[in-house]
Every structure is written in structure tokens, then in C-alpha cells.
């Protein structure tokens, strides 16, 4: 069955540091989204990814974060200057269609600012 | 999207059906009724979605009551590995789907042996 993989596993950086997540969405997938999990709390959502470019984002997702589809296969999280408070899971998402469709998330990067 | 209400947690016997209800009184004519769980460790997974009919998957049975203010998730024979967080989320078709789902605290399912 196909899947949403991201990489890395885990990443550990210092603060101040740009971070890139990287997900490799299910290949007819054509809406991406980008979630995070801080430690304990709600899964929120950050952005939405259509045709190349941002369909939605939250108040989280400032100026700070950014998301890139590189080419036919991936999609990044990009973080610029990280913050104590960026530590996180980060998880990735993919549907084939907008409203009732499935989404389909990745297993997930722990992100760990120092 | 409209709000929903689960109960923090609830605890089932392994083998034994389970009901995770969900209240959504504001619920309008062009929400569906989305369930996704979140295993430990893992991200959120897909379980269901209706909207006015009952629904039914290999993971599960989707019951929604008449007036649509309230559903009830059925899992038929709780495993261990059904142990997880499940949440009950609205998606307004009419609002559009690209602005992600609105995961609440869910309903922390227990499974005893």
C-alpha cells in the first residue's frame, strides 16, 4: 500500500539553526499539507500545498517556515532560524483531492531544538 | 469548521465492541463527519467519514444520528493495537478543503487484555 515517508527521523539542531524537513507524498497526490505536534498537545495544522503553491496556512506558519516541492517527488519544510519552542513532530500529509478526501500522513519527524 | 465534543478517555475490553461517541450540535448541512486515530508514536491515521448515511470499513462502522448532532464511532471487536487517540473532526465542503483538519484532544481509547 502506498505511503507518505519523511526524512529524517529525527533532527536535532541548535537554536538559530534553518532546518529542512523533507516528505515524499503517495505519487497521485496532488494536496500537501504540514502538521505539527508539540510534546503532549493537539496536532495542528500549518499549511496546504496545491499546484505549486500555498492554499492555506495557519497564524503558526510566519515568516519563519516556508514549503517547497523541489521536484515531482518531494516536499519540504523549510525553518529558517529555529526557536526553542519549534521542537515538535512534524508530520506531512497528502490527498488525492480537497473536502472528503482521505488525508494520509507520514510517520513523522521529532524535530529537537537546543 | 464546526466544533466537536468527545470524552477524554474511554476504556473497552480486548475482543469486546466499542463506542466512541462524538457530539456536534453547530454541525451544518455541508460538514462531513471525519474519524482519524492516532496510534503512540505514529501520526494520525485515517478511520472514516460520513455524512448523513451510516458507514461502514474494514476499521470500523461510522453510526450518525438523524438530526447529525451527534456520531458514534463502532469499533466491532476492540484489538490491543486499537488502543489509540481518535478524533472526531468536521470538514465544511463549502469552506474548502485546503485549510487542513482541526484535531481537538480526541478520545483516548484504553484496551484492557
Same mark, same amino acid.
Given at each position: 500500500e502506498p505511503e507518505v515517508t519523511q526524512t529524517p527521523s529525527h533532527q536535532v539542531t541548535q537554536m538559530g539553526q534553518e532546518v529542512i524537513l523533507r516528505c515524499v507524498p503517495i505519487s497521485n497526490h496532488l494536496?500537501?499539507?504540514?502538521?505539527?505536534? $508539540?510534546?503532549?498537545? @493537539?496536532? #495542528?495544522?500549518l499549511v496546504s500545498f496545491y499546484n505549486n503553491e500555498i492554499s492555506e496556512k495557519s497564524e503558526i506558519f510566519d515568516d519563519q517556515f516556508s514549503v517547497e516541492r523541489p521536484d515531482g517527488s518531494n516536499f519540504?519544510?523549510? $525553518?529558517?532560524?529555529? @526557536?526553542? #519552542?519549534d521542537s515538535a513532530m512534524y508530520f506531512c500529509a497528502s490527498s488525492e483531492k480537497?473536502?472528503?478526501?482521505?488525508?494520509?500522513?507520514?510517520?513523522?519527524?521529532?524535530?529537537?531544538?537546543l | 469548521d464546526a466544533k466537536t465534543t468527545q470524552p477524554n478517555s474511554m476504556e473497552s475490553n480486548e475482543e469486546e465492541p466499542v463506542h466512541l461517541p462524538c457530539n456536534h450540535s453547530t454541525i451544518s448541512g455541508t460538514d462531513y463527519i471525519h474519524?482519524?486515530?492516532q496510534l503512540p508514536s505514529q501520526g494520525p491515521e485515517y478511520v472514516i467519514h460520513g455524512l448523513t448515511?451510516?458507514?461502514?470499513?474494514?476499521?470500523?462502522?461510522?453510526?450518525?444520528?438523524?438530526?447529525?448532532?451527534?456520531?458514534?464511532?463502532?469499533?466491532h471487536r476492540a484489538t490491543l493495537r486499537d488502543a489509540a487517540v481518535y478524533y472526531c473532526i468536521?470538514?465544511?465542503?463549502?469552506?474548502?478543503?485546503?485549510?487542513g483538519l482541526t484535531f481537538g484532544k480526541g478520545t483516548h481509547l484504553i484496551i484492557q487484555p
Open positions: 494536496y500537501f499539507y504540514w502538521y505539527r505536534q $508539540i510534546l503532549g498537545q @493537539k496536532v #495542528e495544522f519540504t519544510l523549510k $525553518i529558517r532560524s529555529t @526557536k526553542l #519552542e480537497l473536502y472528503t478526501d482521505t488525508q494520509y500522513f507520514g510517520p513523522g519527524t521529532r524535530l529537537t531544538v | 474519524w482519524y486515530r448515511s451510516n458507514v461502514n470499513n474494514r476499521m470500523a462502522s461510522l453510526a450518525i444520528a438523524e438530526d447529525r448532532k451527534s456520531s458514534t464511532l463502532i469499533l468536521l470538514r465544511d465542503v463549502i469552506g474548502g478543503g485546503a485549510d
